[in-house]
């Protein structure tokens, strides 16, 4: 029973394996199909290309404005390239990016086969389509470039495709590199953070100084052509070739994990739904809430000494309202338990999660000041970054509506339940904007900068913890729903739009009384412009809220509606054919 | 100082561990060429950890296995180390046969074509060899990875769970295979809940919470008592 010595007919085995499975994909395409995915992905990118050239403007930037980007344009570039580097070694430290097939993880790698000749095809491919998608996307944003600066077309086309495509080359190839050599988590944080601080001293000091400035000043050759840009090729071409070169170092206990969740995670985006994606995304970072909270909330539940009964789910409910408490081991009321049972899970994100929400506390903040000083698109980014950070913050909610089945059971209606919960995110989010408004005032040497930032705090909060909780309310969208059955596929395709967009866009409505604060009007001050409008973004939070204390009883009354309306419209056994 | 042929698999303080939550606590264990093992422990116990990472697909926290001397994961060791887990991983795109060759061509097996009909029809999957898995029930699904454990060649068997969702004759079938892989002189290394089974191996290895609390034979002591059933 024992082997006989031969390996590459296992690799021959592999790679008839893959040419048999493409064989019978490209067999299986319906080329009509493929044609209506091109079409709409054409109009797609058609789209955006008006979007982007609506927010950059089509009037040339004067010879000053000109200057100043051909000055402080490369450290800014070297930054962006350092943040997709950085994203690379995170991920290579969490064993990724490799997505393998769970298959291939139990076959392939358990076989006795040189497992770097059997990843390195999978790790191509995935560089490969990458650095493709990033040229295209370089290529977009080079020409959206050229409206607004001197040069012309194809050179400004050509750098931006260029650079973004070696950026993601260097990404990719740090990440193979990372997870060949097993640097491991923290060793992956380290060193993403050491490569955007180089940039970010490249920016803040103007010396050139790292590979990354280096490639920003390739992007701005059509301004000014330096020579030393082309040295900004060397790291992420021979982090590449390196990365090919150690990816079978790649551990099989992280290939298997991210083999399960990729997958999972994939389907969910295609979906769009965004709850699946972030609990998966949570998994593949192997981010699991703290065993011991940061602070013990004093001893209302106590573990017993001895076993106690189960509590009565109601006892939520019904003690917000009227009080039971845990009243076997300690007769007190307990009058708040939905929001005791938001801060124990607050209290208990792993320091990653909370690092990730003051650092989008501090990006929101920096764009808030960047549409202070007159980039208005930056308010997207603003919104943006809010609402990532509500959607950490709304987590006690996200776990009822994770467990429909236990949050039924609770004598409470889901909506309310929600909004009870509710309030610890807000504090949570209040802090988060707090972070923000003291990194745009640190960035912008002024404290009416925090000044700004704190009175839009609270309504800003109270906007993404909406906008968080709409989307984690909402669910995934119903591949199925009888519900659906009578709506014609245009406003089917409408509404799965708005599902997406709207709640982005309530966290934006916090990032708006900048705009009042900036220019401010009938002799008001800036701070006091920027609080004439807090009533109104207010108020659009608390509608949102509304909607999702009463989603359940909306969506409800809706799907009765469309289930009579089929029961009216089949016909009856009695009608004569 | 003694030098034998090394054991089939031998583990020295090996651990695993997830945080504060330790899965396997350090552990000694030498398993002989040709001897059959039965691992039992309750649900978390370590059973499928230990077997995990003697497989290559856990990465030990601290300690070293090795499967006929070779370090767990090596491509020597890979080669003659076939893992049955308890959960079917199989391509959705490929039928049983095409399984088959393919594993085989991995593990560079020849004249796979008779044992592999021998398999089939050992277990009921002959009518079923050109369907694809994916399209099975749980058992028959068991039954295809359990096919591919044993078509390729192997000199140690480790297995999880195997009976799981197999029905009375696939399971009596499973036992028989067993035992002539045992009588081929492959050493047997099976983690199961099934109590029947533990009478017919050699050696009895008993964990709870992560540790060992027994190795020996399995008429010996209550181990089944010992371990919380």
């Known amino acids: ?577 | 100082m003694p030098s034998g042929p090394p054991p089939a698999l031998e583990t020295t303080v090996l651990t695993k561990s997830y945080g504060d939550l330790v899965a396997l606590a350090p552990l000694d264990l030498s398993i002989p060429d040709g001897q059959r093992v039965v691992l039992v422990g309750h649900n978390g116990s370590g059973k499928t950890t230990l077997l995990r990472m003697v497989a290559g697909l856990l990465e030990p926290t601290s300690g070293r296995a090795t499967v006929f001397g070779h370090p767990a994961g090596s491509m020597e060791a890979r080669a003659t180390l076939s893992y049955l887990p308890d959960n079917p991983v199989l391509y959705d795109d490929l039928s049983v046969l095409e399984h088959i060759e393919f594993t085989c061509r991995l593990h560079g097996a020849e004249d796979w074509e008779d044992r592999a009909a021998g398999l089939l029809h050992d277990l009921g999957l002959a009518r079923r060899a050109e369907d694809l898995p994916s399209r099975f029930s749980r058992g028959l699904r068991q039954k295809t990875a359990i096919l591919l454990g044993l078509v390729r060649p192997f000199g140690l068997l480790v297995v999880d769970e195997p009976f799981v969702g197999l029905d009375p004759q696939g399971r009596d079938a499973f036992i028989e295979l067993l035992d002539d892989a045992a009588s081929a002189g492959a050493t047997i290394v099976v983690a199961t809940h099934q109590l029947e089974y533990v009478q017919k191996v050699d050696r009895c290895v008993a964990l709870r919470d992560g540790e060992l609390v027994f190795d020996g034979p399995p008429g010996e002591v209550d181990v089944l008592a010992l371990v919380g059933y």
Not at chain 1, 513 to 525: D, E, I, K, Q, T
């Open chain 1, 1 to 577: 029973m024992r082997r006989r010595s031969a390996d590459d007919p296992a690799l021959d085995a592999l790679a008839d394996l893959h040419r048999a499975r493409r064989a019978r994909r490209v067999a299986n395409i319906d080329f009509f199909e493929a044609l209506y995915r091109a079409y709409l992905t054409a109009i797609l990118a058609g789209v955006a290309l008006w979007l982007g050239s609506g927010l950059v403007g089509g009037s040339r930037m004067g010879a000053a404005a000109a200057a100043s980007v051909e000055a402080h344009g490369a450290p800014a570039v070297g930054l962006a390239v350092a943040l997709v580097l950085a994203v690379g070694l995170r991920s290579g430290g969490q064993g990724g990016p490799l997505a393998l097939e769970a298959a291939d993880v139990r076959h392939v790698l358990l076989a006795p086969i040189d497992r770097s000749a059997a990843l390195r095809p999978q790790a191509w491919k995935q560089l490969r389509s990458g650095v493709v998608a990033a040229a295209g996307t370089g290529a977009l944003l080079g020409l959206l470039a050229y409206r607004r600066l001197p040069g012309n077309v194809a050179p400004w086309i050509a750098c931006g495709g260029a650079v973004a495509a070696l950026a993601v080359l260097g990404g990719y190839g740090l990440a193979f590199v990372a997870s060949g050599l097993r640097i491991g988590r923290r060793a992956g944080t380290l060193l993403a953070l050491a490569v955007i601080g180089w940039a970010a001293a490249d920016y803040a000091t103007g010396l050139t100084t790292s590979p990354m400035t280096l490639l920003g000043d390739l992007a701005l050759w059509p301004l000014r052509l330096r020579a030393a840009g082309t040295a900004g090729i060397l790291l992420p071409v021979v982090a590449a070739l390196v990365g090919l070169a150690v990816v079978g170092g790649t551990s099989v206990e992280d290939a298997e994990r991210r083999s399960s969740l990729v997958g999972q995670l994939r389907f969910a985006a295609t979906l769009r739904d965004l709850r699946t994606v972030v609990v998966l995304r949570r998994q593949l970072a192997q981010e699991v809430p703290r065993q011991r909270p940061w602070l013990k909330l004093p001893g209302r539940y106590a573990a017993p000494a001895a076993p106690a009964a189960p509590a009565a789910p109601a006892a939520i409910g019904a003690a917000d309202g009227a009080g039971t408490g845990d009243s076997r081991s300690r007769p007190q009321r307990n009058l708040f338990p939905a929001w005791r049972r938001g801060w124990q899970g607050i209290l208990r994100f792993p320091a990653l999660r909370l690092g990730r929400l003051v650092a989008l506390g501090v990006l929101a903040g920096l764009a808030e000041l960047g549409v202070w000083r007159g980039t208005t698109p930056l308010l997207f980014a603003a919104g943006l970054a809010l609402y990532l950070a509500a959607l950490d913050a709304v987590e006690p909610v996200a776990q009822e509506a994770d467990h429909p089945d236990r949050r039924d059971a609770y004598s409470i209606e889901a909506g309310d339940l929600y909004l009870r919960q509710a309030v610890p995110s807000i504090v949570v989010m209040t802090v988060v904007g707090l972070c923000g408004a003291g990194a745009a005032a640190l960035a912008g040497g002024s404290f009416l900068g925090f000044e700004v930032g704190a009175v839009m705090a609270v309504p800003a909060a109270v906007g993404a913890v909406a906008a968080g909780l709409m989307s984690t309310v909402q669910g995934p969208p119903a591949v199925f729903n009888s519900s659906d059955t009578l709506m014609p596929p245009e406003m089917a395709g409408i509404r799965n739009l708005l599902r997406t967009v709207i709640p982005p866009a309530v966290a934006m409505i916090g990032a708006l009384p900048v705009l009042a604060g900036r220019h401010p009007h009938s002799g008001l001050s800036h701070l006091a412009a920027t609080t004439s409008v807090l009533p109104e973004v207010l108020f659009a939070g608390v509608v949102a809220l509304g909607w999702v204390r009463y989603h359940d009883r909306m969506t409800g009354w809706w799907r009765q509606s469309m289930e009579e309306a089929q029961v009216t419209r089949r016909p009856s056994p009695h009608t004569p054919s």
